[in-house]
């Protein structure tokens, strides 16, 4: 007896969802076109009407005006995008806006308060860690969350954890320097 295999004998339908011709609830209610989406941006919600498609980098950049993360590479390499989410860095060239929404996400622009810098940015600017200054955001960002993730034990494990974030003018070492005075006054702060 001979058995024939066919597409339709393997395709089984999972109990409660749509079937394949059939259009899931929240695809539909969520594209392909507009949607609104609510961001929580450095503590302020804004309310945006984007495609789905767009990445956080491109909302915050094009319909938010927060020009602090860079678009380097737009692939996730380079690291001047980043930002946190909910306290965790994410590239943000990569990361869907829509999937921000219901999380905190900060910015560069959320560090300081008021005129105060934050001790990370004070400390760039003593250590001369910038030169161009297009990576710094994003070297801000990683620098802060790799002290506070505790990645920031010695000058190795600094340009490990740094590592995702490049710098094209070669400020590495002042960079490394500045870390290293804030994980020093934190500590001396405990």
Known sequence: MSHQTTHRTHTAR??????ATEAAPVAAERG???VEVTLTVNGTVH????????SLLDALR???????????CNQGACGACTVWVDGRRVVSCLTLAISCEGH??????????????????QAFVEHDA?????????????????IEEGHADDD?????????NICRCAAYPNI???????????????
Do not use: N
């Open 14 to 19: 999972v109990p409660g969802q749509p079937r």
């Open 32 to 34: 392909p076109g507009t």
């Open 47 to 54: 309310d945006i009407e984007i495609e789905p498609r767009v």
């Open 62 to 72: 094009e319909h938010l005006d927060i020009t602090g993360p860079k678009k380097g």
């Open 104 to 121: 905190e996400v900060t910015t560069v622009e959320g560090l300081a308060d008021g005129d105060e810098l934050h001790p990370m940015q």
């Open 130 to 146: 910038f030169q161009c200054g297009y990576c710094t955001p994003g070297q801000l960002m990683s620098a802060i969350a790799l």
């Open 156 to 164: 190795a494990e600094i340009r490990e954890w740094m590592s995702g």
């Open 176 to 190: 490394c320097s500045a870390i290293r005075a804030v994980r020093d006054a934190s500590e001396g702060g405990r």
